[in-house]
């Protein structure tokens, strides 16, 4: 599953762009995962412009 | 925000804010609804324009010029340089100042905005109209249009809510970041590119001046060729060793689709435009003037749909059909050209660099330079010719 990384990411959208199952999205001040539909294919990785996203086997994410 | 409108627009960049005063001087009520808490901001942009690219649409204010451009230089990986005197103007613009004004021009005819206004859904009624569900001010209300535009940019979230796919391939993206710099010596009145396949493969480095000592500079690195490194690692790299005592004024991030459009720009009372269509010169990456004509003809057309009760997409492909039999007709030239150029090799930028050494700006066109990078792939040349005539 995808990890955000809260400190670096610019919210640019760029990786919502490129995600083939639409399980980003971005709000003025968040971006969100659903990892429930996530399959994994690292795209949004690759592009993310600060490298604010990683994969991790489970989600570290603290809660908000 | 009223209960209905002829016309919802979603996002309040340049595609979004032309379509909006278009539709509503064609006399038909309009809504756009921006997510963000202000127009303008923040700015993911190179803002270079031409001259003529805006007088289509609008008059150019001079507020909205940073930099008066009139001059181009090509970089070399080894740091020879072709320069190119053009007859087209250009500009650097204010972003913020001209995105701004844009919605103000929009407001001034009769469209409602609101700012952080976000869509969450929408769902369509039995007349066919399109129930929009907006969260307003901590806030979810049911706004109903007739037409909804989505001018949602790159996200293209609108669209995917209808079912459209518009999911980038890795090959058709520009990951970029890019500084304001501050001190340094640059040409005033030139654009720099730098190509090579070391400082941001699959793109290039940009440097466009905003006077006072000022500059964008800035990389894409394609989404396919990015080597496990990101866009701010590449520029990072680019400023050290080429700019290592600039200030670095502004950060920023962002994505620039590098493809062609849509295939389908228009459903049953929906219409897509700018970066939500992809319709960004995929050579150059430019798209705000092609957001702009975009939006012009989808709020045109929108007013006279809504004229002619009649949202179908049938209707509505005026759009889609006017788009692809202009400029949409030049972006899949110059997809095919990004294409070719995307995959070209440091050790050929170098040949080209080298056979244009000692020519005098005047003498060297935009369209020669093109033509000499495809000289091994023929089929590519009349593309070349086609797309830069003039140049």
Known sequence: MIRINREICDLCGVCVSVCPEDCLELTETYLRTDNNICIGCRFCIKVCPVGALSEVEESDERPL | MKDRYDVLIVGGGPAGSTAARFAAQNGVSVCLLERDREIGVPVRCAE???????????????????????????????????????????????????????????????????????????????????????????????????????????????????GIRTNLALKDIESCAQVLAGNVDIDPGRIDFYLSEKWSPGGYVWVFPKGNRMANIGLGVNGSMAKGRSASEYLNEFLDQNFPNASRLTTIYGGVPVTTNLSRLVEDGLMIIGDAAHQVNPLTGGGISSAMAAGKMAGIVAADAIHCGDISRKKLCTYENEWNRTIGKDYRRFYRLKEWIRNMTDKEFEEIASAFQGMAPTDVKISSIFRMAVKNKPSLIVDAIKVFAGF
């Open chain 2, 48 to 162: 270079g324009v031409s001259d003529t690219g805006i007088r289509k649409i609008i008059d150019i204010n001079p507020n909205w010029i940073a930099a008066t451009i009139k001059r181009f230089r090509f970089h070399s990986p080894t740091k020879k340089y072709v320069d190119v005197s053009s007859n087209e103007i250009g500009y650097v613009f204010y972003r913020r100042i001209f995105d701004h004004d844009l919605a103000v021009e929009a407001a001034k005819s009769g469209v409602e905005i609101f700012t952080k206004a976000t869509v969450c859904g929408f769902t369509k009624t039995e007349d066919g109209f399109t129930n929009v569900l907006v969260r307003y001010e901590n806030r979810e209300r049911t706004v109903q249009a007739k037409i909804v535009i989505a001018a949602d940019g790159i996200e293209s979230r609108i669209a995917r809510m209808a």
